[in-house]
């Protein structure tokens, strides 16, 4: 004989496994997608430290520090600073990576950040999809000549190097820098 209400109690009981297993895996999704912007904010804020760090030091040890940034486009930037402290001028260079360089990531998008020092390269992060560089005088006008340069805007995205689906973790970071010999320039 049929049982309706044992086959609408089985009934009722898939229609709400079902439904918790749907809203797990959107718990999961959220949680993965979540660390995901997480690691992709600490690799920006170590960027940024590093980038802070050494655009911080443009100029110093230079008897005339107003010369000290040699080089500048939109994604790069080449500076002479005495970095390691030891009385010898240094030349320091970041630049952007091209997109086919990194191949042993997901991320079709993702580059290097190259530093520079002496004209050693070595890539210093991956998952930049955008670096740009802006460079102004004290009032924030673009410049005509790199004496003139006291602030320096950066600008970068850095996205995981691997997807989740076809989503990828993702953080900005835009700062400017006053280089501390550029200031009393």
Do not use: C, H
């Not at 030891?86 to 530093?115: H, K």
């Amino acid at each position: 004989m049929f049982d309706l209400e044992l086959t609408g109690s089985f009934l009722i009981a898939g229609i709400f496994i079902l439904s918790l297993l749907n809203i797990n895996a959107q718990v999961m999704e959220a949680n993965t997608l979540n660390n995901m912007n997480v690691s992709a904010q600490e690799n920006a804020v170590g960027i940024a430290g590093m980038l802070q760090q050494d655009f911080n030091k443009i100029g110093f040890g230079l008897s005339s520090p107003d010369m000290s940034v040699t080089a500048y486009n939109d994604s790069g930037i080449t500076f002479i600073a005495d970095i390691d402290k030891n009385s010898i001028p240094d030349t320091v260079s970041y630049r952007l990576g091209s997109r086919n360089e990194a191949v042993e990531t997901e991320n079709v998008n993702d580059r290097f950040l190259y530093r520079s020092v002496n004209g050693v390269e070595y890539d210093v992060a991956i998952g930049l999809t955008s670096f740009k560089v802006s460079v102004f005088d004290a009032w924030k006008n673009p410049v005509v000549s790199s004496s003139e340069i006291r602030i320096i805007t950066v600008s970068f995205t850095v996205e995981t190097p691997f997807y989740f689906g076809d989503k990828t973790g993702r953080a900005e970071w835009k700062g400017s820098i006053v280089p501390n010999n550029l200031r009393t320039l």
